[in-house]
């Protein structure tokens, strides 16, 4: 044998081990980017409730500020399209009474960032085609409706026919409730849940949050303050009814969270299944007392009975009730 033919025969079985040896790597990586979602999900955090266009805040700005929180995931939920009537004060509350922008808006960004921004769903309930235009985004992957935010009776017939289109395609209802401002009624949500058993509700906002206080009376205060006494309209619907659920976001879920630590330390524990981080936050900044967002995350980080029911907060919940399948 020739040196020439046993150096191109070394040559090639060095090749072929070397091949193989990339092929496997190659496998082995593929195989481990495969897994990387379901590792790196106890670090993720979806947030359930962000704006485009929020108080003005543009979506580059947006973009910074839920990276500097922390955040992995967001939906994006719009408003109703701008009309004058009564349900939303006559013009008083288009843009969810804070510029935030329709459906079209949240679309276009979930569309620009697929895997890490998603999009909801909505419309002036009372408005002409709202049923339709609502159904419109469904079709194309909304994955909740809300955040509705209107001034009429969460029992009201066209609020209904939203419940009744929720069930038909089995997403759940975002709701903001502000005692004789927006979603009238909270005391008859309860007739809603029976009645719409298969829809998912989500309340939100000051009157949703005050609520958790069984001694809370008095339903023109919209963020109380001092001990809470377990017992409340909310923390009884949270208990009694499978279908409904807490968003934690904006100002009035960080208060809620931190007028009584000893009382919410409790509340996560009892419902952690049951609650949903969210920001609702307009800043630029994205961290810091300028940014109840991240505040609600350190609440959350320091109140939870242990990290597991802290990732269902975080992450577990919102995946499985929104149906993001990270």
Known sequence: ????????????????????????????????????????????????????????????????????????????????????????????????????????????????????????ANEVPDAPGAVKEIEKYLKLGACVIGELKFNIDCDSKEMQAIYKLAQDYDVPVLIHFQYKMY??????????????????????????????????????ILYPTGKVTPGGMTDMLLTRYDNVYGDLSAGSGLAAMTRDEDFTRSFLKRHQDKLIYGSDCSDSVGTGKACTGWQAIEAIKKLSPDKNAERKMFFDNANRLFKLKL
Request: with cysteine; glycine share 8%; net charge positive.
């Open 1 to 120: 044998m020739t040196k020439e033919k046993s150096t191109r025969r070394d040559f090639i079985k060095r090749s072929s081990v070397l091949s193989a040896g990339l092929f496997t790597l190659a496998s082995v990586k593929g195989d481990l980017w495969q897994q990387a979602p379901k590792s790196q999900a106890g670090k993720w955090i979806i947030d359930i409730h962000q704006h485009t266009d929020y108080a003005d805040r543009s979506n580059d700005a947006l973009l910074a500020h839920q990276k500097t929180m922390g955040v992995t995931h967001t939906v994006l939920l719009p408003s109703g399209h701008p009309v004058s009537m009564g349900s939303t004060h006559y013009g008083v509350s288009n843009g969810l009474q804070a510029k935030a922008t329709p459906n079209e808006a949240c679309y276009q960004v979930a569309q620009q960032h697929k895997g890490h921004y998603f999009f909801g």
């Open 183 to 220: 979603n009238w009624g909270f005391e008859r949500l309860h007739n809603m849940l029976r009645k719409y058993k298969k829809v998912n509700f989500i309340g939100h906002a000051q009157t949703w949050w005050a609520n958790i206080d069984k001694n809370h009376s008095n339903q023109n």
